[in-house]
């Protein structure tokens, strides 16, 4: 059985403010492209199908042009929620959407859904976990249930599986090997790693889709695996070979993994250095994040970079840390400063040097423009 295992595409994403629905339908327009050419079995999106919780209307459509196209293809799709959807709002229209051999499982009732298909070898068993916290399998165990392995493990109980079958788990968790995985920028972070489940708790299953992490990667074995986003949401993310997980199934205890490269409609490009090399370059639409080291900052400085950058996400001035401790001032200190003066002096704390005579000069010269317009009123 041949399986395609895609999770993470938080629709309706903003990345600095750059919205990523071009990015996104580039990079579903291919996936649609293996589908075609690879003819999967089944197409699992393993959560985060959305990036809030309400998504807006665009986001809402991208996903179902998408989700029309899978199921065009005469594949099985088999989608789960993740910690940034909604379950209830993926779970509406779930049960007519079944009868077009599409699978949503949104909210956790107790248990994971069971779909069961077959091929020469016999049955394959896919069970649907939506992304859950241990309150939620609580509320259906009287077990001790106390941390999110615990919780884990309880819930897999609960759905009996037959081991001399072929068990495939779907789910949306932080699934660490010995308290261990590889996060990036753009996940969010627990502190103390509270939510983690140890790899042990799945060992029952011939093949684990997980979504969560954006970075692909196994966790423990080719068995458990984080297929990552299938496009770039951060620069942690930019050396990432996004790609689509296939995966197929033979007969118990053999399993073959192959990635189908996605290329990306925007490169990433993390800089560090003076401005003058930083606009050493053509005019490109990357992603970009400047970080500069010029000892003085310079003011028109996000003007001049988006003149060679289209897409510049972020800049700032690299911070000196020698700078001096100052003694606090009064309000009545502050009071008797100019505008110049005030913004001198707040320039100075934050970058423990003083304006260069150029900078200075340019501050004056707004300063008297902003005095002579206030004088107009």
Known sequence: MKIFHLSDLHIGKLVYGYDMEEDQRYVFRQIIHYVRKKQPDVVVIAGDIYDKVLPSAKAVKLFDDFLTELAGEQTAVLVISGNHDSAERLDYGSRIMEKNNVYIKGSYDGNAW????????????????????????????????????QAMAIAIEKMELNEQERNVLVAHQNVTNAGKNRKCESEIVTIGNVDNIESWVFDAFDYVALGHLHTPQNIGNEKIRYCGTPVIYSMS?????????????????????????????????????????????????????????????????????????????????????????DSERTVADVESLSPEQAFADFYRLQKGNGLSDENKSYIEKICKEWEAESCDL
């Open 114 to 149: 069971k779909v069961v298909f077959e091929d020469e070898y016999g049955a394959v068993n896919f069970y649907l976990m939506p992304f859950v916290k241990p309150v939620d399998i609580r509320e259906y165990t009287e077990e001790e249930c106390l941390d999110y392995s």
């Open 237 to 325: 993310e930019a050396s990432d070979e996004k790609s689509v997980t296939m995966i197929t199934l033979e007969d118990k205890n053999r399993i073959k993994t192959e990635l189908l490269p996605l290329k990306q409609l925007h490169k990433w490009y993390d800089f560090k250095g003076t401005l003058k090399e930083a606009l050493n370059r053509e005019y490109n639409e990357d992603y970009a994040r400047i970080m500069l080291t010029d000892k003085d900052v310079i003011i028109d400085a996000l003007h001049q970079l988006r003149t060679v950058y289209g897409r510049l996400m972020f800049m700032e001035f690299e911070t000196l840390k020698s700078a001096e401790s």
